[in-house]
């Protein structure tokens, strides 16, 4: 497993970018820098199932090991979806974590990935776009 860390410094509160990063219609707008179309079905509940699918149904599943609202998420990513279709992988602790730390009125957001050789790439590419697309709403967005 690669161990991938990304961070960005937001003129915002915690509880705003949490908003950004976790409700429906803002997901969608800060993660098209991955696939276009992408969104998620499930509740945020520790130790709930949620399922990151793009406008095929394709995607992931995972589950939420760790939640402390407008502060820390966790997810175990389990398996793949491929129309619609659950297929559990064996990917060990593919974990994806968010951390939001306040300081003065601003918010650092910390991203840390434990994925496989074959994604490194990928987030290496989409994730700082990502977190652009993330403080540009934060900061904006009413």
């Known amino acids: 497993m690669e161990k991938l860390h ?10 705003k970018v949490w908003s950004v990063l976790w409700d429906d219609f803002s997901f969608r707008q800060w993660t ?29 599943f995972s589950e939420i090991v760790k939640l402390i609202s407008n502060q820390e998420i966790t997810f175990l990513h389990l398996g793949e979806i491929y129309n619609g279709v659950e297929v559990p992988q064996d990917w060990g602790e ?24 074959e994604f490194k790439a990928f987030f290496e590419e989409k994730f700082p776009n ?12 009413l």
């Open 6 to 15: 990304f961070n960005i410094q937001i003129n915002a509160e915690p509880e």
């Open 32 to 60: 098209s820098a991955f696939t276009e179309g992408s969104f998620y079905q499930g509740v945020l509940v520790e130790n709930g199932i949620i399922k990151f699918l793009d406008s095929q149904n394709n995607g992931m």
């Open 94 to 117: 593919a974990t994806e974590k968010y951390i939001l730390t306040e300081h003065e009125n601003t918010t650092r957001l910390d991203v840390e990935i434990q994925t496989s050789e």
């Open 130 to 141: 990502a977190l652009a697309n993330v403080k540009h709403l934060s900061e904006n967005q």
